[in-house]
């Protein structure tokens, strides 16, 4: 072997090696940023501040950020909350709790929601919990209403000659299910489910506004509103975004003049084999829900 060989592969080994050291420097310069970044954004969180929290996309019975409102409730930096909706709406439980949770927090705490590009039915339960709603002129809000959807692939099973035989302790057990048509005291059934769960949605709208009864029948059609259009009949206060929200909050207390916004958020790992993971759990609750996996459920959602 040459010595130029020789050299020639020590010189290789030696570059490799430097970039394998150089990488895991790379790697922990890397955790160093963003473990100082974490441990910036935990010291704002201990001054005084007013809070930003997000509501984003199809509503569920979402505990975490029903922990998230509670910690906001309980934190003695947080001087106020505002609360960033954009959700076409949910499920109707998951809609009233985190309408509870953040109720809850209204009664300790300023709180003020800004309205999106979408918050509608569930979305929209959702802001009347805050103390004042601004909304941006051309958002989409209303479709104040319930539903309740079943599948049902009877017909088809006729034809393809398949037949399911049940055995139910009542009539109206299980009375909306893939397999079987529904029978006409079974719908009237669960049209008094929804009709019970309208009423309660109608209620706090009504409470929470302090609508006319003119104004409140206009919204009850279920149909949607732009953000001017519901500024006019009540369901919202002004039209406008965050920088009118900070306004409706430094007006009314004046030693809010000074505090910072802080993003509060659950915190969640962004690696990409997560984000998988998150994928298939709303590929498998939009599976539940078309299937009637879960059985029937309310829901409060603009379609």
Known sequence: MSIEFELFDQAKRRARRR???????????LLAVLLFANIISDLKRGDPHIARVKVAGQIDDD???????????????????????????????????????????????????????????????????????????????????VIVQYPNFSELLEKLGVSVNTLKSADLKASLNVFEKPTEKAIE??????????????????????????????????????GRMALKIGMLDKIGGEEEA???????????????????SIKKDNNSIWNFFDFVQDVSYMKARFLGDQGPRLYSILL
Not at 89 to 112: C, D, F, M, N, R
Request: charged content about 20%; hydrophobic content about 45%.
């Open 19 to 29: 970039g394998f050291f150089g990488g895991v420097i790379l790697v922990l310069v």
């Open 63 to 145: 505990k975490e950020l029903q922990n998230l409102l509670s910690d906001l409730k309980l934190n003695e930096s947080v001087k106020a909350v505002i609360v960033h909706i954009n959700s076409p709406g949910g499920s109707v439980v998951g809609a009233e709790s985190i309408y509870v949770s953040l109720s809850k927090l209204s009664e300790i705490k300023p709180s003020v929601a800004v309205l999106g590009e979408t918050a509608a039915s569930g979305g929209y339960l959702i802001a009347l919990a805050t103390d004042f709603i601004v909304s941006r002129g051309n958002t989409l809000t209303g479709s104040v209403g």
């Open 189 to 226: 059934k669960h049209k008094e489910l929804v009709n019970e769960t309208f009423i309660w949605f109608k209620n706090l709208v009504a409470t929470e506004r302090n609508l006319s009864k003119e104004n409140l029948n206009k919204i009850l059609t279920g149909e949607l509103f732009t």
């Open 246 to 264: 900070v306004q409706y909050l430094t007006n009314k207390y004046v030693e809010f003049g000074n505090l910072p916004i802080v993003d509060w």
